[in-house]
């Protein structure tokens, strides 16, 4: 089971990992952390720990566990802006950071915390048609050509 997560987790040296066991202690409320392998001085993390029922738990500094979150966080910031992103694109809009900044003074004004950002972004391009490309401007008139209306 070691040896599964050691590889999942890229952990390097099997030897300098610290695993840990719980065992009861004859106090009801007090339970008994034996080391197995490793060393109580060792700072690389996780240490491994392995309850009554063999049950493998990771134990992390509260620094480790901060960062984990913040990089979580920076992740779902990352993934929201991406679907934020197509679509504004999907749209077609004239100036993209334009019709960003309107999007971003929306989502601010919503208390939703859950936005679906294909309607937000429709409800823009209605409410600011000029920044969006309209398709219907790109027709010309029934006889002409791209090259006679370039050359005039």
């Not at 300098?16 to 700072?43: C, H």
Request: hydrophobic residues 40%.
């Amino acid at each position: 089971m070691i040896e599964k997560i050691s590889k999942g987790l890229s952990l390097s040296k099997q030897k300098e990992q610290t695993v840990l066991e719980i065992t009861p202690s004859e106090e009801e409320s007090t339970k008994l952390l034996r080391l197995k392998r490793g060393s109580w001085d060792n700072a690389k993390e996780p240490w491994l720990v392995y309850d009554e029922k063999q049950k493998l738990h990771a134990l992390l500094s509260i620094d480790t566990l901060s960062k984990m979150i913040e990089h979580f966080k920076k992740a779902e910031q990352e993934a929201l802006f991406l679907k934020l992103e197509k679509s504004i694109l999907q749209q077609l809009p004239l100036d993209f950071n334009d019709v960003l900044t309107v999007a971003m003074e929306e989502m601010n004004k919503s208390k939703k915390k859950d936005i679906d950002f294909n309607k937000l972004i429709k409800k823009i391009k209605k409410d600011h048609p000029n920044l969006f490309l309209d398709i219907k401007d790109l027709y010309l008139p029934e006889g002409a050509s791209i090259i006679s209306a370039t050359q005039r």
